[in-house]
């Protein structure tokens, strides 16, 4: 069988031992995040993104080599495993390729072969077989096939003789591994993926019209196009097929087939290739080609959506400052809370300021008394229906106020679906579903991590696709996104909520719920170490959690870094040799760079030195960016308002394959393809924009009727 760490170091690129350590590591319960940062010298430093492609590929050699033991073993049952045989199944590196393997030998229904075999037209067919020689002279094949003429099994004449030894040697053909693989690449390299909207839908009457009459190579084609041509097939909008050159196929089946030059027997075995390619092996080719560009489909959209993920999460927050949160409406009003520079909720009330003037006075009076009385510094306005006109009221009230908080649209996709979510109603049992979103909104500005991992991520509107796409392994991924990104940051163990604890390293849901119950219990965290006098959290809870949770303001000053408690000892060595108390971790830091050889162990290498170093600098530092937010222009609130040519700010709210989505203002995102996207080529809108970034963009277009806005944010020079 294969040599799983040999192969990973070949694939990965990276030595034996690095797999190997890496694998112990795993197997022990150690996280992906863990590893990454605190066991680098027992890795060569390897990062977390490629301890995840160890884990992914690990993952699918382990479950290969399982089933090629499940059908080694089926094969010898048979009696029917041959030495070749078994050192093609060993060696194989593809899932499909191991089941062409096995195709030949797999427990078959009742074919037309088997039927045949029940007929006694086996030794035909093997007749046929010895025809098939470069000196073979011979006139007529009926009078052999008519010696297996039997009334009693079915075979009423020599033509359905030959019909019945034709069907057992193309169902050997069609099971051939060698041709399978060969065709199977042959489609993916030169099919063509063609599409059609049915006649039931007048041209410009469906989302899929630019699939109309749309064809793509299989191995060019876009997987948001492959996404959108299967969804449109699945609506019943389009037709879609994998054309390809079936001459092509039947003369490559010949050429590697027929060895005879004699006329009859080439037509029979041409007529035979045929019905093997037609019939037998032309759906599960085209099946097994589609299945794996959609796997390829899926694959690039989960990337896209993990990126997105990643950036929306990383978000640079607000700051931990008392804000005000507004769940726009027009009719219904808008919701208003007050929160605490902790998140806590302070103070609901609901105002009308889009009905008459008296109800816009009295809203007014009562936004400022709330910011006044909470001395509010921050307001979160959700960006849905009414958000610019809420914007340009706050606006309003605003110029009358002496201290003006900052305001700023936040996304509010997902918020109605946490409001009514479990989570949120343990968190709000007495709150109406409105003002538990209005809270949500408001606490995004403060900390977008620490509420958006409340949310479903497939809620949140960064997906390409995302419903398409393959669902078990979109969770695993978005999952695993969440949890880099928390333990990247780091956790406040103090007020971080169960479902943020969730996703540190080592804790469990029900260890997260013993966290929070201790805490409530006997109030806050003062040492890192207290965390093991929480029920459920053993030792190993704690090495793998230890380092991502953070205590401000404690008794050890390096429980608010990122510094793990098993290098504690090392730094308050190197501390005391530098005469300085921990309190100076700047100083230490400082001092230490010149000196880390000194310090260096069996156990702790430069590497952790060098992360040590990173957090004494700064300790407790944010490793997000710097807040930023769009001002979107004045006057600008629906679609009517844009003009072609005009500039205006705006900020990303997904990135898809083939652009980037701009909210500017208008409750519609306009749309900058990847060709507006910079001056220059770009083959990847990842590498231009991100998620919540801010830009500037000029209008190339509106269709108001489509409500589609295209915008660019290139230069304008030709």
Known sequence: MLNIPHLLATELSLRPAQIEAALELLAEGSTVPFIARYRKERTGEMTEVQLRDLLDRHTYLTELEDRKAAILNAIAEQGKLTDDLRASIETCLQKTELEDLYLPYRPKRRTRATIAREKGLEPLATWLESLNRPNVSINSL??????????????????????????????????????????REYLMKSGMFVSKIKADFPEGSTKFEMYRNFQAKVNAIAPHNLLALLRGETEAVLTLELSFDEAFVQNYLESQIIR????????????????????????????????????????????????NLRELLLASPAGMKPTLGVDPGFRTGCKVVALSETGKFLEYQAIFPHQSDNQRQQAARTLAKMIQTHQIELIAIGNGTAGRETDAFVSDVLQTLDLKPIKVMVNESGASIYSASPVAIAEFPDLDITVRGAISIARRLQDPLAELVKIDPKSIGVGQYQHDVDQKR????????????????????????????????????????????????????????????????????????????????GKQPLDNTAVHPESYSLVQT????????????????????????????????????????????????????????????????ELKDLTVGMMLEGVVT??????????????????????????????????????????KVRVLEVNEKLKRISLSMRSGRD
């Open 474 to 553: 979109l969770k695993q991924k978005l999952e695993e996104t969440v949890e880099s990104c928390v333990n990247y940051v780091g956790v406040d163990l103090n007020t971080a909520s169960k479902e943020l604890l969730t996703f540190v390293s080592g804790i469990t849901p029900a260890i997260a719920n013993n966290i929070v119950a201790y805490r409530n219990q006997n109030g806050a965290f003062q040492e890192r170490k207290q965390l093991l006098k929480v029920a459920k959290l053993g030792p190993k809870a704690f090495e793998q959690a230890a380092g991502f949770l953070r205590i401000r303001n």
């Open 142 to 183: 009926e009078a052999e096939a008519a010696k297996y003429i039997a009334a009693d099994k079915g075979v009423n004449s020599a033509e359905e003789a030959l019909k019945g030894a034709a069907d057992i040697l193309a169902e050997a053909i069609g099971d051939r591994a060698d041709l399978r693989a060969y065709l």
């Open 574 to 637: 190197i501390a005391t040799d530098l005469n300085l108390p921990l309190t100076e971790a700047p100083k230490i830091a400082d001092r230490l760079k010149a000196n880390l050889k000194r310090y260096i162990t069996d156990t702790i290498g430069e590497p952790t030195l060098r992360d040590i170093v990173s957090e004494l600098e700064k300790p407790g530092r944010d490793p997000r960016a710097q807040f930023t937010y769009a001002t979107f222009k004045e006057g600008i609130t």
């Open 260 to 307: 005879t030059k004699a006329s009859v027997v080439r037509q029979f075995y041409q007529a035979m290739l045929k019905d093997a390619f037609q019939r037998l092996m032309k759906t599960s080719l085209v099946s097994a080609v589609l299945t794996e560009k959609k796997a390829w489909a899926d694959d690039e959209s989960i990337k896209t959506f993990e990126a």
């Open 654 to 695: 997904n990135v898809a394959n083939f652009g980037a989505f701009v909210d500017i203002g208008v409750h519609q995102d306009g749309l900058v393809h990847i060709s507006q996207l910079a001056d220059r080529f770009v083959s990847d809108p990842k590498q231009i924009v991100k998620v919540g970034q801010v830009v």
